[in-house]
T-cell receptor
Framework: DAGVTQSPTHLIKTRGQQVTLRCSPK?????VSWYQQALGQGPQFIFQ???????QRGNFPDRFSGHQFPNYSSELNVNALLLGDSALYLC?????????????????FGPGTRLTVL | SQQGEEDPQALSIQEGENATMNCSYK?????LQWYRQNSGRGLVHLIL?????REKHSGRLRVTLDTSKKSSSLLITASRAADTASYFC????????????FGAGTTVTVRA
């Protein structure tokens, strides 16, 4: 049973460029959340996708956008990269439809993508 | 901004000793969770405690929650070298809230 996978593992970009990060949820999961973790800090919630729509969003600018595909995998896109976007980007999956509407189902995190913006 | 604040920022203990770390938060919550992260990799969910619970155990882990003080503690008993990691608390405002608010974490080093 595959866990949450993310690609690529590492990525180096320059300011102003655009980047796409990918996430495949754990088998059987239908929800994907994205987090940004700056060095020495805790993760910050970017957004969550369910049924191919954005369900919740954190305090991130519109430069951060996402997408969820019919197979539940997800992409995180960041446009006009800034130096401050350098961070570990974590993806987490869960099962929302089966009790998740009224109670919390555990999220499983992937290993992350380390993005460096020069 | 981050909801939770862990204390201490760093902790160094000898193998076999207990490790205690605390988390304080600002607003009312539905549940509080503790996660472990090894060397900047993915997070591992350790335990979840709901706002109507005061204490919870899982193996060598003991978590307490005091909603009147808006604080929680995580105790790791009989620590092992493999417990070396960063530990984060995260809060959720509603029962089906996946928008977790994390603290900055406590880095625990267990010396052999």
């Amino acid at each position: 049973d595959a866990g949450v996978t993310q690609s690529p593992t590492h990525l180096i970009k320059t300011r102003g460029q655009q980047v796409t990060l990918r996430c495949s949820p754990k088998s059987g999961h239908d929800t994907v959340s994205w987090y940004q973790q700056a060095l020495g800090q805790g993760p910050q919630f970017i957004f969550q996708y369910y049924e191919e729509e954005e369900r919740q969003r954190g305090n991130f600018p519109d430069r951060f956008s996402g997408h969820q595909f019919p197979n539940y995998s997800s992409e995180l896109n960041v446009n006009a990269l800034l130096l401050g976007d350098s961070a570990l980007y974590l993806c987490a999956s869960s099962l929302l439809a089966s009790g998740g509407y009224t109670s919390y189902n555990e999220q499983f995190f992937g290993p992350g993508t380390r993005l460096t913006v020069l | 901004s981050q909801q939770g604040e862990e204390d201490p920022q760093a902790l160094s203990i000898q193998e076999g000793e207990n490790a205690t770390m605390n988390c304080s938060y600002k607003t009312s919550i539905n549940n509080l969770q503790w996660y472990r992260q090894n060397s900047g990799r993915g997070l591992v969910h350790l335990i979840l405690i709901r706002s109507n619970e005061r204490e919870k155990h899982s193996g060598r882990l003991r978590v307490t929650l005091d909603t009147s003080k808006k604080s929680s503690s995580l105790l790791i008993t009989a620590s092992r070298a493999a417990d070396t990691a960063s530990y984060f608390c995260a809060t959720a405002k509603r029962s089906n809230d996946y928008k977790l608010s994390f603290g900055a974490g406590t880095t625990v080093t267990v010396r052999a």
